[in-house]
């Protein structure tokens, strides 16, 4: 496995879910934790940007994943690492399927225009569903002669 390189995507792999983070250097990833009164990330409102310890030497079940290198020109290393320390301690909305750690990583790596082309596919998607939905609602409640 190769080792990280500032401003890489950590992706580490947990028993129920994948968590992400970005690798800063000096042994350090910063990531965005879910907080609130519950135990699981699925109902937060909030999280918190935290820096911590990565221990690349002793077995984290991780790997580098650049995942959309290409499709998308990441920014500058030190713009990445830049914008990744200055939100340390922030707390930032937190949704476990547009907002999460995931997505927090990516606006990182690449900007917000990949994010705002992504949430452009991501309506379209759900424009689609919900039409075929309604195709199968009226289809189902029809009543037939």
């Known amino acids: 496995m190769p080792a990280p390189k500032p401003g890489d995507l950590i992706e ?3 028993p129920k879910f994948h968590h992400w983070g970005i690798y800063v250097g000096k042994n350090l990833i910063i990531h965005l934790v879910p907080i609130g009164k519950t135990t699981t990330s699925m109902m937060a409102t909030h999280g918190i940007v935290e820096k911590k310890p990565f221990n690349i030497d002793q077995g984290e079940n991780y790997r580098v994943n650049n995942i959309y290198d290409e499709l998308y020109q990441p920014l500058p290393p030190e713009v990445i690492i830049a914008e990744a320390l200055e939100m340390v301690g922030n707390m930032v909305p937190y949704c476990a399927i547009t907002q ?5 990583v990516i606006d990182l790596r690449y900007g917000k225009q990949r994010k705002m082309q992504l949430c452009q596919s991501c309506q379209d998607l759900g424009e689609m ?4 939905l309604r195709f199968v609602f009226c289809v189902a409640f029809t009543p037939r002669a």
């Open 100 to 104: 999460n750690c995931h997505d927090f």
């Open 129 to 132: 569903i919900i039409g075929i």
């Open 12 to 14: 580490f792999f947990q």
